[in-house]
């Protein structure tokens, strides 16, 4: 019977960690640039988009096709690095397990 109240403190002990990392994470912001860097934006680790920095020459009316690319590409890099940090920080809660 120790050995289940043991795995039970270790459960909740593993969960406590991995809210808390995940609340790090959250609280993070992370950047993805465009080409050229033309393009910024910023995210919160739970994918909240707070600001978008365009360069002023991008901005053409003629050419509103580049400009949604470089928003596209800026966009996909930050949450790309939200999915990288989270993996690195929370993988390593789960390696080993079996599901």
Excluded at 13 to 25: F, P, S, V, Y
């Amino acid at each position: 019977m120790m050995n289940m109240q043991k795995m039970m403190k270790q459960a909740q002990d593993l969960q406590k960690n991995m809210k808390r990392t995940q609340a790090e994470i959250d609280a993070t912001t992370f950047y993805g640039v465009s080409a050229q860097d033309l393009v910024k934006v910023a995210f919160t680790g739970d994918r909240k988009l707070i600001n978008i920095d365009i360069a002023t020459d991008l901005i053409d009316p003629e050419d509103p096709e580049t400009l949604s690319d470089m928003i596209a590409q800026a966009v996909n890099s930050a949450l790309a690095e939200i999915d990288k940090t989270t993996e690195q920080k929370l993988g390593k809660f789960t390696k080993g397990l079996p599901f």
